[in-house]
């Protein structure tokens, strides 16, 4: 496993942001610190309904407006071959720790500028069944 979010006892801490996430705003990840455990079934179908119109669950771009979130956990941000970021994610500098993508999807414009449209989920625990099936991928 790649990261925390899943509810699994053999879970591997997830990671920390890189050194530049404090001049990014971006709070630092201690590696302890991880998502909260989610359901990634829950998860698949809030994917689903909410993130499939714009994103993949492949690596690759898939045509799609939003790059693909095959393997995003554990994954450099802003480095997908194939898609054009937005230049604050093109300078990014920090890993997508379940961690860092639970806080991103609380409210992604606060965390990065982007071009995504989502606000974000209003319910914790829908966000971390996003996460948990994220880090299934």
């Known amino acids: 496993p790649r990261c925390t979010a899943r509810a699994s006892p053999h879970a591997c801490p997830s990671g920390a942001p890189l050194a530049d996430s404090a001049a ?18 829950a998860g698949e ?21 939003g790059p693909g979130l095959g393997g995003i956990i554990g994954a450099d941000a802003g480095k997908r071959a194939g898609f054009k970021y937005t230049p604050a994610f093109t300078a990014a500098s920090f ?16 965390y990065i500028k982007t071009n995504m449209a989502f606000p974000g989920f209003k319910k914790p625990e829908d ?6 099936y994220l880090c299934s991928l």
């Open 24 to 41: 990014m705003g971006k709070k630092e990840y201690p590696p302890w610190e991880s998502a909260p455990a989610g359901s990634a079934a």
């Open 45 to 65: 179908k809030l994917f689903k309904g909410k993130c499939a119109a714009c994103h993949t669950t492949l690596e690759a771009q898939g045509g799609k407006s």
């Open 95 to 110: 890993t997508w720790t379940d961690k860092a993508m639970y806080e991103y999807l609380k409210n992604p414009k606060t």
């Open 127 to 132: 966000n971390a069944n996003v996460v948990a």
